[in-house]
């Protein structure tokens, strides 16, 4: 019973105990205050009531200077600490860390897509090691989605037509709910699924076990080759597209003037809008892959080339 029925989730996550101080710290001052005013009020109500009907109202006061500081400085300093707090452990939870193993996440009605760095796929199951950071790179195919995961304390919207991304390290070992926590359609209610926690080897043990075709890096090669990108985007003198060799993590002067990073988002954009942020130096020939290519192949791709090393001073 107590496993079916739990008031507060399990602390399974680096963070989750930071962010249940904070909550609990949050809760105990609304309810200190909110007793103080109904106690204040019954008090007052009590003391000060008309006891006869003819008793005439007191002169009143002019107030008191240092209890209206007291009682404006209090709160505002309380505030205060919850705003630095919250801000702290804001930058603390989507602070992504160096070294962070990075799954892609696709959700589409009604279910989650992911997959591992290794190349194993899961439907609305997640296999990750404990006491190791997790990088989730998320994108949806038709409507606004929530990754969520209450055990871990996080939480973070999946949004069509860009890319959000979610962080997490877990400490126990164990089966953990998976919810979409923003209203996506008739089945909402049924976009659930586990994110399994493991020991290293046991996590080893699973990779071993799952059957893998390719990676993503191998599999970005053979979409790369299929769409015929290798005829643009190549190192040879006059190409008609930038070279993407060794790009990532690097600027780019675009046609505008202005300089732009890089990044997962930047490539998905030239994937599916190529004309918006056009590089200098090069015309707006490429056609749009919009509607062509799914999200996971986009993942693919842009794992492709973040893996494509530079060619700077090569022979």
Not at 200 to 207: A, I, K, P, R, V
Not at 225 to 250: E, M, V, W, Y
Request: with cysteine; net charge negative; proline share 5%.
């Amino acid at each position: 019973m107590k496993n079916q029925f739990q008031l507060h989730p399990e602390i399974a996550s680096t963070v989750a105990l930071d962010v249940d101080l904070l909550y609990f710290f949050v809760v105990a001052v609304s309810v200190f205050f909110m007793a103080l005013i109904c106690v204040l009020i019954f008090v007052f109500a009590m003391k000060y009531r008309r006891r006869t009907e003819d008793q005439q109202a007191e002169s009143q006061s002019h107030g008191n200077l240092l209890l209206e500081i007291v009682w404006s400085a209090i709160p505002l300093g309380l505030m205060l600490i919850m705003f630095v707090w919250g801000v702290y452990l804001f930058f603390k939870v989507y602070q992504i860390p160096n070294g962070a193993m990075e799954y892609y996440v696709v959700g589409k009605q009604w279910m989650w897509h992911i997959q591992h760095p290794t190349g194993q796929r899961e439907i609305n199951e997640m296999h990750v090691p404990i006491n190791t950071p997790v990088k989730l790179t998320m994108a949806s195919e038709d409507v606004i989605h929530s990754f969520y995961v209450p055990a871990f304390r996080v939480k973070n919207d999946v949004i069509p037509g860009r890319y959000t991304s979610l962080t997490f390290e877990a400490t126990k070992p164990g089966k953990y709910h998976l919810f979409c926590a923003e209203y996506c359609g008739t089945e909402h209610s049924l976009m659930i699924g586990s994110v399994y926690a493991m020991e290293q080897e046991d996590y080893q043990n699973w990779l071993g076990g799952g059957l893998v075709d390719e990676s993503p890096e191998e599999a970005g090669a053979r979409l790369f080759s299929q769409l015929n990108c290798i005829t643009c985007h190549s190192d040879q003198a006059g190409a008609r597209g930038p070279s993407l060799n060794g790009k990532f993590g690097t600027e780019e002067v675009l046609k505008s003037g202005e300089r732009i990073l890089i990044d997962e988002a930047y490539i998905r954009e030239s994937i599916v809008n190529p004309r918006i942020r056009l590089v200098a130096g090069y015309p707006a020939i490429m056609p749009t892959y919009q509607g062509q290519i799914t999200e996971t192949n986009i993942f693919n791709l842009i794992s492709y080339i973040k893996s494509l090393p530079s060619t700077e001073g090569a022979q």
